[in-house]
């Protein structure tokens, strides 16, 4: 599968992106997905992942409560609502899927086998 990232770009502190994920070569469906990112001169952190089914979602800290992941697999797209951006929130943002309906270490980039090919997100103070 082949993933594609976009609806990234420049936004004031406190607005809204919505960045979505596109899948091409198999259908979205048969794949777990999550969401990373990466600041510059940092690692790359994981942000949020949503089970095969669509029925599980999870978080890191720091976008909790904040940003809503979701998937439309009739469209062959998750979507990574994000709200209430913070400054901090400035970074490369990458999504991945991993194989199969395994929920274990679903924060880990060593289950995600595909990866896109990331989106730049700003966010000014």
């Known amino acids: 599968v082949q993933l594609q990232a976009f609806g990234g770009g420049l936004v004031q502190a406190g607005g809204y992106l919505r960045l979505s994920c596109a899948a091409s070569?198999?259908?979205?469906?048969?794949?777990?997905i999550g969401w990373f990112r990466q600041a510059p001169g940092k690692e790359r952190e994981f942000v949020a992942a949503?089970?095969?089914?669509?029925?599980?979602?999870y978080y890191a800290d720091s976008v909790k409560g904040r940003w809503t992941i979701t998937r439309a697999d009739a469209k062959n797209t998750v979507y990574l609502q994000m709200n209430s951006l913070k400054p901090e929130d400035t970074a490369v943002y990458y999504c991945?899927?991993?194989?199969?309906?395994?929920?274990?270490?679903?924060?880990?980039?060593?289950?995600?086998?595909?990866w896109g090919q990331g989106t730049q997100v700003t966010v000014s103070s």
């Open positions: 949503i089970s095969r089914s669509g029925s599980m979602t």
């Open positions: 991945a899927a991993r194989d199969g309906s395994s929920w274990l270490e679903r924060h880990k980039e060593r289950r995600y086998a595909y």
């Open positions: 070569g198999r259908t979205l469906s048969s794949y777990g």
